[in-house]
């Protein structure tokens, strides 16, 4: 898919000046006190825009930050819808001039770039902030929406929305929400009570995980009822082994046979056995098939039409992000990816009209087939000797020996250079930091807490984890 822009451009405003692609000029400092305001230079016929972008440090973000900045001073004359994250000060806002109640051309305005599209522009800089957003586009196959996740979910109904694929993307009804029990969001994360001695920790992390994740099965539509199917336990047991897309209520218990060792628990809550409670396909099949409890069916709901439906998707973001060559643009499509699975898996309310991305059973398949593969991955590992320490969303921490972090389990598993999906060494610790994660850890402390030591420490020493 190549973008090739017919829209009006966009511009970079702040300090004074107005700067597209390939035209600049001054507009009266001062001048500019809200939202509206800046829409009308976009208005105007000698130079009409689509977008203004407010230059990160300029004199016109200092204002931004304020809500007032972002409110209609004159509802009769202009509509302003204005959005931001959570109850922070709206950083975007869609505008229209009315003519006598008619709607005009809207204008977008964007604020806030670090806080709502996750990138820290160097200040001042409006020619190359106009290079960066310019390539963005170019990379997401069309222009920036209200926001990064809506950006990157217009590319997925690009994808799939005008053809025979469209079905793949049919927005799931309300009787759906209203009957399916999804559960919460939450990526496991699991600590070992009773690691082994050794004198380092390596910790390596998993590229795009979720990217990676969300090239396999996803349900079509509505799920049918685990009653209404006839399945009978064998059938539950052959879609659960085929990864068919659904969701389960059951209750598992240990085998007497079972391998588990010291391997993450396949549930969200080490401690505790579900009883009753719902789990995806992808954790169903990890506990039963790859740790040996014995699973215990007690509803489902299951989506028996289901395809590759995120493949095209995230093979065009992740070709995106290795063609951008800018660490701003490659963090844009990055963001702009993990908070449309954000927008994915939020439930929408009563009166709110129900989207094609509004998929959180997308978003807890792909999430739950991301750790069934972390799980996996350290039981293979755990075969040839015992290492593992921690694992959380996109990353594992093991414990060896051997000082070099390459050879201490071998790089067979870690995948080619520049793969989706592959993994690559972000820290060791030896010495006393070894020792204090292998301690806290058989004290009962939590992968989070885990993993919240090595970033202060590696905060102290300047690095990121």
Not at 34 to 58: D, E, F, H, Q, Y
Request: proline share 8%; hydrophobic share 40%.
């Amino acid at each position: 898919m190549t973008y090739t822009s017919t829209a009006l451009p966009f511009a970079v405003v702040g300090d004074g000046h107005l700067i597209t692609s390939g035209n600049s000029r001054p507009y009266p400092t001062g001048a500019i006190t809200n939202v509206t305001g800046l829409a009308m230079i976009a208005l105007a016929k000698s130079l009409p825009l689509r977008a203004l972008w407010i230059l990160p440090g300029s004199d016109i973000d200092q204002a931004a930050h304020t809500s007032t900045f972002w409110e209609n001073p004159n509802p009769s004359a202009w509509r302003v819808f204005a959005t931001g994250t959570m109850e922070a000060v709206p950083s975007t806002a869609a505008v229209r001039q009315l003519d006598n109640g008619k709607r005009g051309r809207e204008v977008m305005i964007y604020g806030d770039v670090a806080d709502r599209w996750g990138v820290e522009v160097p200040v001042n800089l409006p020619s190359s902030f106009v290079l960066v957003l310019s390539m963005y586009e170019q990379l997401m196959g069309g222009p920036a929406g209200m926001s990064p996740a809506n950006t990157a979910l217009n590319l997925l109904l690009a994808i799939h929305g005008n053809c025979d694929r469209a079905a793949w993307i049919k927005p799931l009804s309300r009787e759906t929400f209203d009957q399916v029990p999804f559960p919460p969001q939450r990526a496991p994360a699991h600590a070992n009570p009773y690691p082994i001695d050794g004198k380092y920790v390596h910790v390596y992390d998993k590229r795009s995980a979720y990217m990676a994740s969300a090239m396999g099965k996803m349900g079509q539509g509505d799920p049918v009822r685990y009653a209404d199917l006839h399945y009978d336990p064998s059938e539950c047991a052959q879609a659960i082994k085929a990864e068919i897309p659904g969701l389960w209520c059951i209750s598992a218990r240990p085998s007497k046979d079972m391998p588990i060792g010291n391997m993450p628990s396949p549930f969200n809550v080490h401690e505790d056995l579900p009883d009753h409670e719902w789990y995806w396909t992808p954790q169903v099949k990890l506990a039963g098939e790859t740790l040996g409890y014995s699973i215990d069916v007690h509803d489902a709901w299951i989506w028996p039409k289901h395809h590759t439906t995120l493949l095209m998707w995230v093979q065009r973001l992740w070709q995106a992000r290795q063609a951008a060559h800018s660490p701003l643009v490659e963090q844009m499509i990055k963001s702009s990816f993990t908070q449309a699975l954000g927008v994915m898996a939020r439930i929408p309310g009563p009166k709110e009209t129900i989207q094609h991305y509004h998929r959180p059973d997308w978003a807890g398949m792909l999430t739950a087939q991301n750790y069934l593969r972390q799980v996996k991955l350290i039981q293979k590992l755990e075969e040839k000797q015992p290492c593992y320490l921690a694992v959380a969303t996109d990353s594992i921490a093991l414990i060896s020996d051997d000082s070099d972090p390459l050879t201490a389990f071998g790089t067979d598993w870690m995948g080619k250079d520049g793969a989706i999906g592959q993994y690559r060494v972000v820290a060791s610790y030896d010495g006393e930091r070894a020792q204090a994660l292998i301690s806290a850890a058989r004290d009962g402390r939590k992968a989070a807490m885990l993993y919240k030591m090595m970033e202060e420490w590696d905060e102290e020493d300047g690095e990121d984890l």
